[in-house]
């Protein structure tokens, strides 16, 4: 007999929205306008989530028609706030980074076959996601030619622009988004804990580092390393796979914002020669991989028949 599921359809509904307005003050730079806007929407499309796991017909086309509704939203309020800090925290949980890295794994395990079909569902899927965006974005285009496809972006010349938060309002909000990630990858409220240590070690690393280590390669392998140790350390402590907290973990180091927002771009038409969004998705990928293969190398000096990360 099957075990119950550990999270409801409402349990992702809060996820959805928990996760939106963390993240969009935390990875992607939002005001707290930006993220007021982004938790509304992050519980729209938690409600569209579910509803789409009853409705086989709509979850066909879930993904295109959120981001479009998204996207057009998004732009009808770029008076009051920035376009890309608003538009993705909300599909947070929906980008593909974690297949990409999964992905990078399996072809560098030998796991070909695997690896490539992951590899390929990953790119694609954030061609699906941005493809909505694009199409939301161009259809307010239609109908205000003259907005700015920008927004009101905190950070601006403007001097009235809305400031960004505080650094330490990432204290309180980290948990939050933390959960919000365990509670939609279905993990129970025990393994919240120990998930929000892996990815407080993984971006407490990038933040900390990243003005003294410019190369975003090396500094991703180096979170990598951190989130793949504490992993391979509580599976030697417990004896269960921390399947949760490396899902987490490697959630917030992932690149599928990065491979959205350039396949976006591309779409877009802008900058198309500088911007090739697969390379620098595979480009932070392979960093993650090697951080995460370094830490096992380091917990299992002499090897371990099973890999933690393979086939998860």
Not at 179 to 190: L, Q
């Amino acid at each position: 007999m099957a075990a119950p599921p550990t999270c409801g359809p409402w349990t992702l509904v809060v996820s959805f929205t928990f996760c939106a307005f963390s993240a969009c003050i935390i990875m992607f730079k939002g005001s707290w306008i930006n993220s007021g806007f982004a938790a509304l929407f992050g519980l729209v499309i938690g409600g569209l989530m579910v509803m789409s796991s009853h409705m086989p017909v709509y979850a066909r086309v879930f993904e295109i028609s959120t981001c479009a509704c998204l996207a057009f939203a998004v732009r009808s309020l770029h008076e009051y706030c920035c376009f890309k800090a608003t538009v993705l925290p909300p599909i947070v949980i929906l980008l593909p980074g974690f297949a990409m890295t999964m992905a990078v794994m399996e072809i560098t395990s030998k796991h070909i076959v695997v690896g490539t079909i992951r590899l390929v569902y990953a790119v694609l899927y954030s061609f699906l996601l941005a493809y909505g965006l694009e199409l939301g974005s161009y259809l307010y285009d239609v109908f205000h030619p003259d907005s700015s496809p920008d927004g009101y972006c905190p950070g601006t010349s403007d001097p009235t622009a809305s400031v960004l938060p505080p650094k330490w309002t990432f204290i309180p909000l980290f948990p939050i988004l933390t959960c919000g990630i365990s509670m939609a990858f279905g993990s129970s409220p025990r393994q919240w804990i120990s998930a929000a240590l892996c990815g407080a070690l993984g971006f407490s690393a990038t933040f900390f580092l990243s003005p003294i280590i410019t190369d975003s390669d090396i500094l991703n392998a180096i979170s990598a390393f951190l989130v793949g140790l504490y992993a391979h350390l509580a599976l030697k402590m417990t004896g269960e796979p921390p399947i949760s907290p490396l899902s987490v973990g490697l959630t917030l180091l992932v690149p599928g914002s990065i491979g959205v927002e350039g396949a976006y771009t591309l779409l877009h038409q802008q900058d198309l020669i500088k911007f090739n969004f697969a390379l620098k998705m595979l480009n932070i990928a392979m960093g993650l991989s090697v951080g995460l293969f370094a830490s096992g190398m380091v917990v299992y000096p002499f090897g371990k028949r099973r890999s933690l990360y393979i086939s998860l």
